[in-house]
């Protein structure tokens, strides 16, 4: 029986969810269909994300993440670490919209821009510190990131660690392919599969899913 762990880039999955219906995700559902459990062990499931910020003064986005939190919160086996977003300045070409189009100005502006932030590093360190710890047989990304290339080659060649790769889109980068053993992928069909039901309970009673993501489901069904 090989021991899994599963890490999973919160916001590059996210990114593909976005474009479907099914942003209501189990995540340990998910993880265990591309696994034989006779076979294979999910010992722990590591979900890295960043609290949202509020957008102007809609707090919506902030909302639905937090439900979406409480959601995985609910399921055994599953630990959420978190990054943080911060604010840059970030200096660009002004442009301008005319007919139906934006075209490069040459004035230069000044903008704040959020961006998230550690969740790379966190993702990187704990892959590494699980390797060398004897944690897991087989280290498992849900990303397309190849910022992580790195921590997944080196516990590949150096610890001898069986690494795979569950991209979130179709088109898998090759540099994530050259430092992984197998590679699978999500489709829209799986993601419809494994969706929380639309009510749910914890400890401090009942919830569920944000009314937003129900009514884009419901319109696709």
């Known amino acids: ?24 995700l189990n995540i340990q559902k998910l993880c265990k269909f591309y696994f034989n459990p006779k076979q294979h062990d999910i010992i722990k499931i590591k979900y890295f994300t960043a609290k949202v910020r509020r957008k ?15 959601a995985l919160e609910t399921l055994p086996n599953l630990e959420i670490i978190f990054g943080q977003f911060r604010k840059r300045q970030v200096i660009g070409l002004k442009c301008h919209y005319e007919r139906g189009k934006y075209t490069e100005g040459n004035e230069l502006v000044t903008v704040s821009k959020w961006e998230e932030k550690e969740s790379d590093v966190n993702i990187a360190t704990h892959i590494v510190a699980d390797a060398f710890k004897d944690e897991f047989d087989c280290a498992v990304l ?10 997944l080659g080196y516990i590949k060649e150096h610890l001898k660690k069986s690494v795979g790769i569950i991209s979130p889109r179709r088109n898998m980068h090759i540099e994530l392919k050259n430092v992984s053993h197998f590679q699978k992928r999500i489709s829209n069909k799986v993601l419809e599969q494994f969706q929380f039901p639309e009510k749910m309970k914890d400890d401090k009673g009942e919830f569920f899913c944000p009314p937003k993501w129900k009514q884009i489901r419901d319109q696709k069904t």
Not at 1 to 24: A, E, H, Q, S, V
Not at 58 to 65: E, F, G, K, L, P
């Open 1 to 24: 029986m090989k021991k899994i762990i599963i890490y999973i880039d919160g916001f590059n999955l996210y990114y593909r969810l976005k474009t479907t219906p099914y942003k209501w």
């Open 56 to 70: 102007s003064e809609d707090s919506s986005n902030v909302i639905r993440q937090n439900i979406y939190l409480r």
């Open 142 to 151: 849900i990303s397309n990131d190849t910022d992580l290339k790195t921590p």
